[in-house]
């Protein structure tokens, strides 16, 4: 792609998103998700592949239809209380109708169909910035309105995404549709938790972004999207093997890495709000996820791969790799949980 072409639809995204940040009326909140969808689709498309092309048709009619429901539940609102401003959601309709929207756009159970598979149609850089950066403004816009949600109905949809997320990712194996899968569960984790404390919502959403960036960067240096090609993969560096076996682990939430003081601090939260039977569900559903992410670890740690590798080649990654973006990320995403109680005093 042109670099001229490159910068200014990067550029747009970051403008996208900036635009949602800020802006407190709805028709400036809903012109920046636009911008921002459209300025991903040349980015998804660029591959010019059958796989990329049906991603991207699919993207485009799910965020359409999520967009026109958003702006059809703020012109409702408008309508019956007259307020475009974003906290000023007075109707319950309106704002079911734009809970929906936002759940279809970031691909929360049971709107979640279309992730799994945009995902795996794309390349692993696009594919991080759908599982990344994508998710901010629609959780910049769920963090301003929540007081205003009906917390039953954020509880049903964050339980089930938990379900869905640890279900799901069971019988795959494709590492861009478990990806998929592991962003529908920690989206649940954050939509439960939202009404009772947003901080911890804040929290894990930025903890799921570091340890997604991690991730994706790791599978990017191994070119690897089977599970079946990280065992080749990863014998090509013993250290980013092991970083890999790690943030996959703390992904999955197991202690003592960083992934598990969200999970931790969340079910602490829902036990606090005697919400026992969700805590126990979403603490089973977190084992389910927890169980592919070992079936990961073990294709890259345990397993050596039946090809003949040549050992003359050089196991260093190649300079152009982003090694200190991925140091940073990966220190992160393993080493955060001795900081609990800084993290809970700064959040509280």
Not at 106 to 117: D, K, N, Q
Not at 129 to 149: D, E
């Amino acid at each position: 792609m042109n670099p001229t072409v490159l910068t200014i639809l990067i550029s747009s995204l970051g403008l996208g998103t900036t635009l949602t940040f800020i802006g407190s009326h709805w028709l400036l909140v809903w012109m920046g998700l636009e911008i921002n969808t459209l300025a991903i689709i040349p980015l998804m498309i660029r591959q010019h592949h059958p796989r990329a092309v049906e991603a991207t048709t699919k993207y485009f009619i799910t965020q359409a239809t999520a967009s026109a429901l958003l702006l059809f539940a703020s012109i409702t609102n408008a309508w019956t209380s007259g307020e475009w401003s974003l906290t000023e959601m007075i109707n319950p309709t309106s704002a079911t109708l734009a809970l929906t929207a936002l759940a279809l756009k970031i691909g929360l159970a049971p709107l979640h169909f279309w992730l799994p598979e945009v995902l795996q149609g794309l390349d692993l850089t696009t594919g991080l910035i759908l599982s990344t950066w994508q998710k901010l403004a629609p959780f910049a816009i769920l963090l301003q309105l929540y007081p205003l949600l009906n917390p039953n109905l954020l509880l049903s949809l964050g339980i089930l995404s938990t379900i869905i997320g640890g279900w799901g990712g069971l019988n795959q194996t494709q590492l861009r549709k478990i990806l998929a899968y592991s962003s529908i569960a920690n989206l649940g984790w954050m939509i439960t938790i939202l009404h009772y404390a947003p901080n911890l919502t804040l929290l894990n959403l930025i903890l799921y972004i570091i340890m997604t960036l991690t991730t994706f960067l790791l599978f990017k240096i191994f070119n690897s999207t089977k599970i079946n090609s990280i065992a080749s993969s990863s014998t090509k560096s013993p250290l980013l093997s092991i970083i890999t076996l790690l943030t996959l682990l703390s992904l999955g939430g197991l202690p003592p890495l960083s992934g598990f003081m969200p999970k931790w601090l969340i079910l602490q939260e829902l036990t606090k709000q005697s919400l026992f039977i969700p805590a126990t569900i979403m603490a089973l559903m977190a084992l389910l996820s927890l169980f592919f992410y070992l079936r990961l670890c073990y294709a890259t740690t345990l397993t050596m791969s039946p090809n003949p590798i040549n050992m003359s080649s050089s196991w260093r990654t190649k300079s152009n790799h982003p090694t200190l973006i991925l140091l940073t990320s990966a220190i992160l995403s393993i080493l955060l949980l001795p900081l609990t109680p800084t993290i809970f005093m700064l959040i509280s």
